[in-house]
């Protein structure tokens, strides 16, 4: 297949994953207003749209591997472009983001969030944010569930060295809960940036859990271990290789 071709494929496909965004929020708002059961409703569909029209369209497949942690838990995840969101979001059972509170205010994407759970966060104010959530969730005020961040806070392409900010091990000491790392090569074929997007098995894969209790360098040092070692494997499988 040349690269025109999978150029125009890419184009069609990105267009129709908007416009997909679109139309399913439109249909599930009315339903998510009344229960956070249709927010999730609607963003679990996207989520297995996206994976499916990448499969077809653009000869993309993607493949979950690892443990599904199930309880309430932190996830400390691989970001390399906006597949590993949907795998990741679709693949945990009740996933929930930290978002600016800013985020709240923006037309339905905003009501979304807070419907299916993201915690809002002022600037600095994390912390406060964090207790206040647990405290719902132990009170019944709110449902438990997974917690997502990107310890890099940031997308990171294959191959590329980037820190590990301190905040994930301030997350972790708070919840007091342990983290479950998430390695991927997702950005071998979709990339951070550009419309390009290469036929291929996009992996996603949950690795061994980090139990509550360590000391900050310690559990960041293990985090970046554990994702960047499986990370770096899987880019290889996946075709992609390191310059020297």
Known sequence: MTYAIQLIRSLIFN?????AMLVLGILFFPWSLVS???????????????????AWM????????????EGEVMIGAKHQSFLDVIMLYGAVPR????MKRILMYAPILGQYGLRIGCVPVDRGKRGQAIRKMLADVEAGRAKGGQLLIYPQGTRVAPGVDAPYKVGSAALYKELGQPCIPVACNVGVF???RGFYRKPGVAVMEFLEPIEPGLETDEFIAKL???IETRSDALAAEGGFRKDV
Not at 58 to 69: F, S
């Open 15 to 19: 267009a129709s994953m908007y416009l």
């Open 36 to 54: 956070s059961r249709g927010a999730i409703a609607a963003c679990k569909t996207y989520c297995r749209y996206v994976r499916w029209s990448a």
């Open 58 to 69: 653009i000869g993309l497949k993607t493949e979950i591997r690892g443990k599904v942690p």
């Open 95 to 98: 996933g929930k983001f930290i």
């Open 190 to 192: 979709w990339p951070k």
């Open 224 to 226: 970046k271990d554990r």
